[in-house]
């Protein structure tokens, strides 16, 4: 059996006091020591031990218990839950009907009751609306225009203007602003004016007017001036008769108003007197009755 120096690391045999490599003293290999001898334990150990398991049996018993106490609470608790969910109501917003456990009605709410009980019975309960049967009613239609009378046309102006004149009368235009229909023997006409932007009433200008031919001394009387409404708008009619230079009295009528435009429109009708009959107050009407401005 060799041994390793602890100096120079060179094997030599355990039998050896020395190194054989570098002379030194080696350390010789000695057996273990015996192990110590068998002691029998005494009672106190007896005793000791017992206790010690004792208290790790009470330790385990009394968590065991509890663990079990613990999950028979957690069952009981599941079964309540269970039972009591299956009573639960599902809130729709309503207020529950009154438990039967609860206390009954006082009698004067009884007799409150019964009595408004009463009186819903009593009242008529109201019939359903009877719906008319009768048919729609016909939208209005417009009215017809009217007939022309005997020996009349309607004529249609390049100004835009329209109204009714004599058959066989022509048309003349006397000015920019002026346009007559005469009769073909000369002694009646009728003729249109307009006045863009009228600068007063047709009343104050046939004052205005009536106050000049005064002055002039052509004879001139007043039959009638007025003011009127014509189509909606205000105006003013005058009538009267006057002598011109040809010396035959002449006698005149005419209408005059101003639209929302502020032009002014006159329809003016002039004959000779002694022609002067109810032809002469038909044709005029007639023009009135039949004017449209532009």
């Not at 009619?237 to 502020?262: C, K, L, N």
């Amino acid at each position: 059996m060799l041994t390793t120096c602890p100096h120079c690391g060179t094997r030599s045999p355990a039998s050896s006091d020395a190194c054989a490599g570098c002379g030194r003293a080696l350390y010789p290999l000695t057996a273990p020591p015996p192990p110590p001898p068998f002691k029998f334990r005494t009672r106190t150990n007896y005793v000791r031990l017992g206790i010690t398991l004792g208290v790790i049996t009470l330790l385990v018993g009394a968590g065991t218990s509890s663990g079990m106490l613990m999950n028979r609470d957690d069952a009981a608790d599941d079964r309540a839950d269970s039972r009591i969910s299956r009573y639960k109501m599902v809130d729709t917003g309503a207020s529950p009907d009154p438990s039967p456990t609860t206390a009954s009605a006082s009698p004067k709410e009884k007799k409150k009751k019964e009595k408004k009980k009463e009186e819903e019975s009593a009242s008529p309960t109201p019939s359903p609306s009877k719906t008319s049967s009768k048919p729609p009613a016909p939208e209005p239609t417009k009215p017809p225009a009217p007939q022309l009378p005997a020996g009349f046309r309607k004529v249609v102006d390049d100004h835009g203007f329209s109204l009714a004149v004599m058959k066989g009368w022509q048309r003349q235009e006397l000015s920019p602003t002026q346009i007559g229909y005469m009769a073909p023997a000369g002694d009646e006409y009728l003729h249109i004016s307009e006045i863009a932007s009228a600068p007063k009433a047709s009343f104050i200008r046939f004052l205005e007017t009536e106050q000049a031919m005064q002055e002039s001394g052509n004879g001139y009387s007043r039959i009638r001036l007025a003011h009127n409404t014509f189509q909606g708008h205000n105006g003013a009619r005058w009538e009267f008769t006057y002598v011109p230079e040809s010396g035959e009295q002449m006698h005149v009528v005419q209408q005059a108003y101003i639209d929302d435009a502020g032009t002014e429109y006159t329809i003016y009708f002039e004959a000779a007197q002694r022609v002067w009959d109810s032809q002469e107050d038909l044709i005029f009407r007639t023009a009135l009755d039949t004017w449209k401005q532009p």
